[in-house]
């Protein structure tokens, strides 16, 4: 009788990460974290996190947008942001940020935050993510001083738009709904580290972790392009609504009988 061997460590963590081993190299547009990826619905999202962990508790949250018509404040209709899911033995958090309307809601950024019962070794859990997303762009070990590793990969061919040096390679940067972050990729097109089409940013992904053996790590990634295409998307929806707001205010003010 054939006696099957035992999974080997580094298998058992490609596991973990949500994947088999597989030596080709990935673009973070093609990236999962524990089977989500990037430009997914909602309903596909709630899908794959039942796959993944059934126990997860899941919370929305919902953002709304102010514009004025010159008297009164008015407010968007509320549009999902984010959601969070808990494992309820504190093992797992995973966030997940939706793009903003008028635009369909899709997922432009994913943050899993994972600690391990039985922590496997720092260089095990490095190879072990190596195996799963192919080569970094930016791959920088622990050292004494800096014991933290932080892996990076960039979508190839696409601007790496978060830089602020030429000598950066590449910086992460999570998704938000916030429209004023556009203010600060706005400053970079003025320093040429960013497109004057934003929509072009291409896609990043990071893998942060610092003990020895590892404990937690972060995996996280971030569909800039779209994100900030929908976002100056709604920007420009909510300066039409503004102007739309403003114009039957002034349509329908009534003087006083004099």
């Given at each position: 009788?054939?006696?099957?061997?035992?999974?080997?460590?580094?298998?058992?963590?490609?596991?973990?990460?949500?994947?088999?081993?597989?030596?080709?190299?990935?673009?973070?547009?093609?990236?999962?974290?524990?089977?989500?990826?990037?430009?997914?619905?909602?309903?596909?999202?709630?899908?794959?996190?039942?796959?993944?962990?059934?126990?997860?508790?899941?919370?929305?949250?919902?953002?709304?947008?102010?514009?004025?018509?010159?008297?009164?404040?008015?407010?968007?209709?509320?549009?999902?942001?984010?959601?969070?899911?808990?494992?309820?033995?504190?093992?797992?958090?995973?966030?997940?940020?939706?793009?903003?309307?008028?635009?369909?809601?899709?997922?432009?950024?994913?943050?899993?935050?994972?600690?391990?019962?039985?922590?496997?070794?720092?260089?095990?859990?490095?190879?072990a993510t190596l195996q799963k997303y192919g080569p970094p762009a930016v791959n920088r070990?622990?050292?004494?001083?800096?014991?933290?590793?932080?892996?990076?990969?960039?979508?190839?061919?696409?601007?790496?738009?978060?830089?602020?040096?030429?000598?950066?390679?590449?910086?992460?940067?999570?998704?938000?709904?916030?429209?004023?972050?556009?203010?600060?990729?706005?400053?970079?097109?003025?320093?040429?580290?960013?497109?004057?089409?934003?929509?072009?940013?291409?896609?990043?992904?990071?893998?942060?972790?610092?003990?020895?053996?590892?404990?937690?790590?972060?995996?996280?990634?971030?569909?800039?392009?779209?994100?900030?295409?929908?976002l100056q998307a709604t920007r420009a929806w909510v300066s039409g609504l503004e102007a739309?707001?403003?114009?039957?205010?002034?349509?329908?003010?009534?003087?006083?009988?004099?």
């Amino acid at each position: 009788m054939r006696r099957q061997s035992a999974p080997s460590r580094t298998t058992l963590l490609a596991l973990l990460l949500g994947t088999v081993l597989v030596p080709a190299l990935a673009a973070p547009d093609h990236f999962d974290i524990v089977g989500l990826r990037l430009g997914m619905t909602e309903q596909q999202v709630r899908s794959t996190l039942n796959a993944h962990n059934p126990q997860l508790q899941l919370n929305s949250k919902t953002v709304s947008y102010t514009y004025s018509d010159g008297t009164k404040q008015h407010q968007t209709a509320p549009a999902l942001a984010e959601i969070v899911a808990v494992a309820m033995n504190g093992t797992e958090n995973i966030t997940l940020l939706f793009s903003q309307p008028p635009k369909p809601a899709r997922l432009v950024g994913v943050r899993r935050v994972a600690s391990l019962p039985n922590p496997p070794t720092h260089e095990q859990m490095v190879q072990a993510t190596l195996q799963k997303y192919g080569p970094p762009a930016v791959n920088r070990p622990r050292e004494r001083l800096k014991p933290e590793t932080r892996l990076i990969w960039i979508e190839p061919g696409k601007p790496q738009c978060w830089r602020s040096s030429a000598k950066q390679v590449a910086v992460f940067t999570a998704a938000s709904p916030v429209l004023d972050v556009l203010q600060q990729f706005a400053q970079r097109q003025k320093m040429g580290f960013a497109p004057a089409d934003l929509s072009q940013c291409g896609a990043i992904a990071q893998f942060v972790t610092a003990s020895d053996p590892v404990r937690n790590f972060t995996m996280e990634m971030t569909d800039t392009g779209p994100w900030l295409d929908t976002l100056q998307a709604t920007r420009a929806w909510v300066s039409g609504l503004e102007a739309q707001a403003k114009k039957a205010r002034v349509g329908a003010g009534t003087t006083p009988k004099l």
